[in-house]
């Protein structure tokens, strides 16, 4: 199995639920992105992990929690969510050599939708 | 800060016709500029990306994007439309780090 691989592909919760997309890369990458992709909206950085460290919180609000436990996995924790957060959201990995050129591969995404 | 400005949010245009989308960027420094597409219900996926050098870019499935530095643009470009080309289309900067400023996007319709 090669690239970015996010499950899962949809998901449906109430706002009292508790759920977590999982994504996974199989490039040998070290640096891994979650994004927010709207309606009518640019794509939104939500957070940055370099190394398992996280280096970007981009002001996202605590019930998106995320986790790196090794440079192939990535989760996002979500809990209380809310109906604004229904949204398609996309995992993306890069070397993580810190050079600008390096482009980003992007997961499939994870449609949620938020009852 | 940089940002990425793609003019108009949905192109038409007819099978065989040249497709055009067009893609201003503002940076203070040199930048490294790149094109993703989006099919419905999938990822983004790499097109092509200016880093140095030739300033004419060549990518996949026939299309290619130009650097201007004078113009501060990077459009994209294919001689020929073909109906599995109707997609969305990102143009995107990046910043320090393998961080990626992206435009809006820009949905290509292709009629028959």
């Known amino acids: 199995e090669t690239g970015v691989t996010q499950t899962p592909r949809h998901l449906v919760m109430g706002m009292t639920n508790k759920k977590s997309l999982k994504c996974e890369q199989h490039?040998?990458?070290?640096?891994m992105y979650w994004y927010k992709q709207s309606a009518k909206k640019p794509l939104e950085l939500m957070f940055v992990?370099?190394?398992?460290?996280?280096?970007e919180n981009n002001s996202v609000p605590s019930r998106f929690s995320p986790e790196c436990p090794n440079s192939s996995h990535l989760f996002l924790h979500l809990h209380t969510l809310q109906p604004e957060d229904s949204a398609l959201y996309l995992c993306?990995?890069?070397?993580?050599?810190?050079?600008?050129?390096?482009?980003?591969?992007f997961g499939d995404g994870t449609r949620l939708s938020i009852l | 800060a940089q940002s990425v400005t793609q003019l108009g949010s949905h192109v038409s245009v007819s099978e065989g016709a040249l497709v055009l989308l067009r893609c201003n960027y503002s940076?203070?420094?040199?930048?490294?500029l790149f094109w993703y597409v989006q099919y419905p219900n999938q990822g983004l996926q790499l097109l092509l990306k200016?880093?140095?050098?030739?300033?004419l870019v060549k990518g996949i499935n026939g299309f290619e994007a130009e650097f201007k530095k004078s113009e501060t643009s990077f459009h994209l470009t294919k001689p020929s439309a073909h109906m599995s080309d109707a997609a969305e289309y990102f143009c995107?900067?990046?910043?320090?780090?393998?961080?990626?400023?992206f435009g809006k996007g820009t949905k290509l319709t292709v009629n028959p």
């Open positions: 993306a990995s890069s070397p993580g050599t810190g050079g600008s050129n390096q482009p980003q591969h």
């Open positions: 490039l040998g990458h070290n640096a």
């Open positions: 992990y370099n190394f398992k460290e996280q280096t």
């Open positions: 940076s203070s420094v040199p930048p490294y």
């Open positions: 200016y880093t140095t050098g030739a300033t």
């Open positions: 995107a900067v990046s910043e320090r780090f393998e961080k990626l400023v």
